[in-house]
């Protein structure tokens, strides 16, 4: 047996890319040091790895405004917050869904109790899925913005944010998409889906360290700064600049986490180079493309395996889209009415297999899937270098409890 059979890559991705590791290691001790605040040659590199990876990550999620307006952040719930707040700073009312994440849903219910902000949260259907006509149906004249999860993190179902886009562009609302479950498995073109305000995490698809995080703040739409001081530049003025990144990013950022992004980047536009063989020369956004079509393939390979075992075992229910929905390789299972921590222990103890029971900080869904009172389910979510080694264990697994 294996020390670990990880299975646990909806919480964080693990392992890593080697590179991911070396260039942090290497970074930071040749470079870690305070960037834009002296004009000395190790400031210069550590500037210009972070101003790379701005453009690194704009390309990456179809963004060709100014890659400035590539925000970092501690993580999603860091960049939720900011964009959450700002655009309800006027008052209003917000959309959001039923399948969100507490990132989302918690700023939601404070705004909701404490400054008396109006939300509709929409519900989604038995698979997972929202109708974007109820996004519309929702929409009102003082509705500030829709927050939406792009995958959820409990049943993998990926929403249509196309469509969802095109109402809310039509409506001229902000839409902001949480893709904490999506990045580094889907291709998504924040242009062509209409996003404008894009939150990520690092930690996750996209392959770096936990602690940093970001979002892309579409240009013309302004967003209050949520914390204010040093930047570096224009230190005079008894404000925050105007001027993006600055505007929304206060104090010292993560160095070695923003390497180890950069060498992600790096190492997803490599992969897609591999993918594409003879195809000449690529850009990154395009090398990165073929890349997620190649991991998202592999992914979806790894769900079907683990999805078709589980549908007709005896005593184990399978929440979600199945097998042919849109969706990401994040699979809720339940064994009979055992609560789902208690199977989560059996499969760490017994068989060495790392998933998360629990509600997976998304009560609604539970609420919605009557799971609450079973403590949530159990999670299984194969990353791109699970093997079928980790698939089977976790099927011999989950049968096994389950007789
Ligand atoms: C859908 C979704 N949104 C937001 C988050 C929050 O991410 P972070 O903890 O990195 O801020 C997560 C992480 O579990 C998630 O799965």
């Given at each position: 047996?294996?020390?670990?059979?990880?299975?646990d890559?909806?919480?964080t991705?693990?392992?890593?890319?080697?590179?991911?590791?070396?260039?942090?290691?290497?970074?930071?001790?040749?470079?870690?040091?305070n960037p834009?605040?002296?004009?000395?040659?190790?400031?210069v590199?550590?500037?210009r790895m972070?101003v790379?990876?701005r453009?690194?990550l704009?390309?990456?999620f179809?963004f060709?405004g100014?890659?400035?307006?590539?925000?970092?952040?501690?993580?999603?719930?860091?960049s939720?917050?900011?964009?959450?707040?700002?655009?309800?700073?006027?008052?209003?009312?917000?959309?959001?869904?039923?399948?969100?994440?507490?990132?989302?849903?918690?700023?939601?219910?404070?705004?909701?109790r404490?400054?008396?902000?109006?939300?509709?949260?929409?519900?989604r259907?038995?698979?997972?899925?929202?109708d974007?006509?109820?996004?519309?149906?929702a929409?009102?004249?003082d509705?500030?913005?829709?927050?939406?999860?792009?995958?959820?993190?409990?049943l993998g179902?990926?929403?249509?944010?196309?469509?969802?886009?095109?109402?809310?562009?039509?409506?001229g609302?902000?839409?902001?998409?949480?893709?904490?479950q999506?990045?580094?498995?889907?291709?998504?073109?924040?242009?062509?889906?209409?996003?404008?305000?894009?939150?990520?995490?690092?930690?996750?698809?996209?392959?770096?360290?936990?602690?940093?995080?970001?979002m892309?703040?579409?240009?013309?739409?302004d967003?209050?700064?949520?914390?204010?001081?040093?930047?570096?530049?224009?230190s005079?003025?008894?404000?925050?600049?105007?001027?993006?990144?600055?505007?929304?990013?206060?104090?010292?950022?993560?160095?070695?986490?923003?390497?180890g992004?950069?060498?992600?980047?790096?190492?997803?536009?490599k992969l897609?180079?591999?993918?594409?063989?003879?195809a000449g020369?690529v850009?990154?956004?395009?090398?990165?493309?073929?890349?997620?079509?190649?991991?998202?393939?592999r992914?979806?390979?790894?769900i079907?395996?683990l999805?078709?075992a589980?549908?007709d075992?005896p005593g184990?229910?399978?929440?979600?889209?199945?097998?042919?929905?849109?969706r990401?390789?994040?699979?809720s299972?339940n064994?009979?009415?055992?609560?789902a921590?208690q199977?989560?222990?059996?499969?760490?103890a017994?068989y060495h297999?790392?998933?998360?029971?629990g509600?997976?900080?998304a009560?609604?869904?539970?609420?919605?899937e009557?799971t609450?009172?079973q403590?949530?389910?159990v999670?299984?979510?194969?990353?791109y270098?699970?093997?079928?080694?980790?698939?089977?264990?976790?099927?011999?697994?989950i049968?096994?409890?389950?007789?």
């Amino acid at each position: 047996m294996r020390e670990h059979y990880y299975l646990d890559n909806a919480a964080t991705s693990w392992p890593k890319p080697e590179t991911v590791y070396t260039s942090m290691d290497a970074f930071f001790r040749q470079y870690g040091v305070n960037p834009g605040r002296a004009g000395h040659d190790l400031a210069v590199e550590a500037e210009r790895m972070i101003v790379e990876t701005r453009r690194l990550l704009a390309a990456f999620f179809g963004f060709t405004g100014d890659s400035q307006r590539v925000v970092f952040t501690q993580n999603a719930t860091d960049s939720l917050n900011i964009a959450i707040y700002g655009l309800a700073a006027a008052g209003g009312h917000l959309i959001s869904t039923r399948l969100e994440h507490n990132s989302v849903l918690r700023p939601l219910y404070h705004l909701e109790r404490d400054q008396g902000i109006a939300v509709t949260r929409v519900a989604r259907d038995a698979f997972g899925y929202i109708d974007p006509e109820d996004i519309r149906r929702a929409l009102r004249p003082d509705t500030r913005a829709v927050v939406v999860n792009h995958a959820s993190n409990v049943l993998g179902s990926v929403q249509d944010i196309a469509a969802i886009g095109a109402i809310t562009r039509e409506a001229g609302v902000p839409l902001v998409v949480d893709t904490c479950q999506s990045a580094g498995v889907l291709s998504i073109d924040m242009q062509a889906l209409g996003i404008d305000i894009l939150t990520f995490t690092g930690h996750k698809g996209l392959f770096g360290p936990m602690g940093i995080g970001g979002m892309i703040v579409r240009e013309g739409l302004d967003l209050p700064p949520a914390r204010v001081g040093g930047t570096g530049v224009d230190s005079i003025s008894r404000f925050q600049p105007d001027e993006y990144p600055f505007h929304l990013e206060a104090g010292t950022v993560n160095i070695p986490g923003i390497a180890g992004l950069n060498a992600a980047q790096k190492w997803f536009a490599k992969l897609g180079r591999e993918q594409l063989d003879d195809a000449g020369e690529v850009d990154h956004a395009q090398a990165c493309v073929a890349a997620l079509q190649h991991i998202d393939a592999r992914e979806r390979e790894h769900i079907a395996t683990l999805e078709s075992a589980f549908r007709d075992m005896p005593g184990v229910t399978v929440y979600g889209p199945g097998n042919n929905g849109a969706r990401v390789a994040t699979l809720s299972v339940n064994v009979d009415a055992l609560p789902a921590d208690q199977v989560g222990a059996m499969l760490d103890a017994d068989y060495h297999v790392c998933v998360r029971p629990g509600l997976h900080c998304a009560p609604l869904v539970h609420e919605d899937e009557g799971t609450v009172a079973q403590k949530g389910t159990v999670r299984l979510a194969p990353g791109y270098f699970s093997d079928e080694e980790d698939l089977q264990q976790a099927i011999e697994g989950i049968r096994d409890i389950a007789s």
